[in-house]
């Protein structure tokens, strides 16, 4: 699968580091194309991906987050770790630790779709997850108990975008 899409890089830096979401959702957009046009089943998990990073930005954009600045940098970080791993992969083959399983999946095309999606969402969430959420909060707020208030209230209304964009699914699937 890594011979694909070998000339592609998402735009911003080759490390997968970006300032702003929409610069994000730039290489993350291209990035569906490509993967649409070759019908790579990476597409699931990365379309899917690209959704919920658009409605956390909507919701940014809304001002509905207790620290938004806050939470576009965490996003911004969390998707980059993906980018990261994907474009390590495309560029060697290669990728750190649960992505490796999930793209090498992605050569199994007899695979649902959701069983892409759930491997893709298993290692984002559990594998950058955390990384992600060390990175945005220095060692000083972790004894900042109403910053980690603030940054859990802000957890959990990303929850809520999740749950929406749920919800927004199963509607678009029984209509």
Do not use: C
Not at 139 to 147: I, K, Q, S
Request: no cysteine; glycine share 6%.
């Amino acid at each position: 699968m890594a011979d694909v899409m070998t000339t592609s890089v998402p735009d911003g830096t080759d490390s997968g580091d970006y300032q702003t979401i929409d610069a994000l959702l730039a290489s993350m957009d291209r990035i569906d194309a490509e993967l649409l046009a070759a019908t790579d089943p990476r597409r699931f998990f990365h379309s899917t991906y690209s959704r919920t990073t658009r409605a956390v930005r909507d919701e940014i954009l809304r001002g509905g987050f207790t620290d938004n600045p806050w939470v576009e940098r965490w996003d911004v970080v969390f998707a980059g770790l993906y980018l990261r791993a994907f474009e390590q992969y495309e560029a060697t083959g290669a990728a750190v630790g649960p992505w490796l399983v999930a793209f090498e999946k992605a050569r199994d095309t007899s695979l649902p779709p959701l069983r892409h999606v759930l491997l893709g969402m298993n290692a984002h969430i559990n594998f950058d997850l955390p990384q992600s959420l060390l990175r945005v909060i220095p060692d000083d707020e972790f004894a900042d108990l109403e910053v980690l208030a603030s940054r859990e209230r802000d957890h959990e209304r990303i929850d809520g975008v999740l749950a929406s964009r749920v919800a927004a699914v199963l509607q678009r699937s029984t209509a």
